[in-house]
Nanobody, 122 residues
Framework: QVQLVESGGGLVQAGGSLRLSCSGS????????VGWYRQAPGKQRELVAGITSGGSTNYAESVKGRFTISRDYAKNTVYLQMNSLKPEDTAVYYCNGASTYSGTYYAPLWTWGQGTQVTVSS
């Protein structure tokens, strides 16, 4: 079990950028993949970006071309660079390891962290 810590959220105007960070109490890379998810009020949690152990990336259609997932093994951290933010990107963002994955479906592996709030104003 890895305890996850997400950070980097905040309030930003539409068109702005944020970079989220995900780190863990143990190595977060001894898994098949790591994903960034988000949950908006009244909606289900959804995967927005994932990166596999082999370095392949997957993105939800709604964020393709705007969000970029990356990782830093030395820092045990996965990042989500979010550009051209839109009000509909407003949500709590979480990261998690994935035991299995298929396309943009990543099976969450660990207990969810507290997430980091992203609010995009119009």
């Amino acid at each position: 079990q890895v305890q996850l810590v997400e950070s980097g959220g905040g309030l930003v105007q539409a068109g702005g950028s944020l970079r989220l960070s995900c780190s863990g109490s143990g190595t977060i890379f001894r898994v098949n993949a790591v994903g960034w998810y988000r949950q908006a009020p009244g909606k289900q949690r959804e995967l927005v970006a994932g990166i596999t152990s082999g370095g392949s990336t997957n993105y939800a259609e709604s964020v393709k071309g705007r969000f970029t997932i990356s990782r830093d093994y030395a820092k045990n951290t996965v990042y989500l660079q979010m550009n051209s933010l839109k009000p509909e990107d407003t949500a709590v963002y979480y990261c998690n390891g994935a035991s299995t994955y298929s396309g943009t479906y990543y099976a969450p592996l660990w207990t969810w962290g507290q997430g980091t709030q992203v609010t995009v104003s119009s």
